[in-house]
């Protein structure tokens, strides 16, 4: 499962930006990468500024290791504090990305929030949490992309990096199931019908859609496993272990560049064998 | 259109680029684009060239109708030319 595990979402709006000189090349790829601070999202950030593209990200409060990522590419990070379920937050997020880089070529909707618990007794509010970030946010943060994908030239230094890709972090649950995550594991099934969906809808304009449904990682998110429940997970597991964000990480890699240049609508799933 | 102000004519121009700049992303030759043709029967634009038209109208002109319609009344079917150049009229008029 992914997804950073907290409670419903409420502060909105507070814009911090961690990186320091303003650059606008626009010859440059930038990725959005949602939810950056901790976690898949912040190693996803961190990959990617390695292998040269720029980051934009947003989550609702900042981390001293996206500050620390920031302070070693100079100029080369963006971030804003805000919560994914705030519409008018997201669109204006990719505005100030524009501003600040010139273009958004990728965007990674990895911003989620997971809260556990039968469904008989779930709350509203949880259920709305998860509704609204996971699925509405991520909608309208892909939509905001795509926008910006049909508006901006195609040229990329890559030129087989095409015209845009987006890449949803689903969820292995979304396929398998799992008690306790039905309402997670709907966002994330959701997020995987809408990326099959969009690749078809904006495949002409060669911008590419596809998902990555990890597995459960050795990170905190599967910490509250316990010993029999991830000794039963390994030994379902072909590879023989718990998914590491590594894993995640250089398949998000891969579907944002040119080696996935004719791959779209796709779920890659990324748990060791142990969903086949 | 029978009779168009400037801000219309204006308007109008940036419906022809934005359907010209169509045309080139997507490597199709240019075709005439008078007020009356038709979308999709005369000048071959689908409903993803609507929506990439729409984008480029917004950042040209500042508003999107469809974006900026919340709650409001549908908008009358989008057929022609002139259909798009009518709606930012109305759409850029009800904003000043």
């Avoid at chain 1, 991520?138 to 994908?149: G, K, N």
Wanted: some cysteine; overall charge neutral.
């Amino acid at each position: 499962m992914n997804g950073p595990r907290s409670g419903p979402v409420s502060n909105r709006g507070r814009a911090t930006v961690e990186s320091d000189t303003p650059s606008a090349a626009v010859c440059e790829v930038t990725t959005i990468v949602s939810g950056g601070s901790r976690g898949l999202g912040l190693a996803v950030a961190q990959r990617l500024l390695e292998r040269g593209d720029r980051v934009a990200t947003f989550s609702r409060s900042g981390s001293a290791a996206l500050v620390a990522l920031a302070a070693k590419h100079p100029g080369r990070v963006h971030h804003e504090q805000l919560d994914a379920a705030d519409s008018d937050a997201v669109r204006r997020f990719v505005g100030n990305t524009v501003d600040r880089f010139g273009r958004v070529d990728h965007c990674v909707a990895n911003a989620a929030v997971a809260a556990e618990g039968i469904l008989a007794t779930m709350a509203d509010a949880d259920i709305d949490a998860m509704l609204t970030v996971n699925l509405r946010g991520a909608i309208v943060l892909v939509r905001e992309c795509v926008r910006q994908f049909l508006a901006q030239p195609r040229s990329l230094p890559d030129a087989d990096a095409g015209a845009g890709s987006v890449v949803m972090v689903s969820s292995v649950v979304a396929a398998r199931g799992s008690p306790g995550l039905a309402v997670y594991a709907a966002t994330k099934a959701g997020l995987e019908g809408f990326a099959r969906c969009l690749a078809r809808e904006v495949g002409p304009r060669g911008i590419r859609v596809n998902a990555v449904a990890p597995g459960f990682l050795a990170t905190d998110l599967s910490a509250t496993l316990s010993p029999s429940d991830r000794e039963r997970i390994v030994r379902r597991t072909p590879l023989g272990r718990l998914g590491d964000t590594a894993d995640i990480v250089g398949a998000i890699d891969f579907l944002t560049g040119p080696g996935a240049a004719f791959v779209t609508g796709q779920t890659l799933t990324i748990d060791g064998g142990g969903a086949t | 259109m029978t009779s168009i102000d400037g801000a219309t004519r204006d308007i109008a121009a940036e419906v022809r680029e934005a359907i010209l700049a169509v045309y080139r992303d997507t490597a199709r030759p240019p075709r005439d684009t008078p007020g009356s043709a038709l979308l999709g029967g005369d000048l071959g634009l689908d409903s993803l060239d609507l929506a990439q038209i729409i984008v480029l109208l917004e950042r040209s002109l500042g508003v999107d109708p469809f974006r900026d319609a919340r709650g409001s009344a549908p908008h009358p079917p989008i057929r022609t030319v002139d259909h798009i150049v009518a709606l930012y009229a109305a759409t850029l008029a009800a904003r000043s």
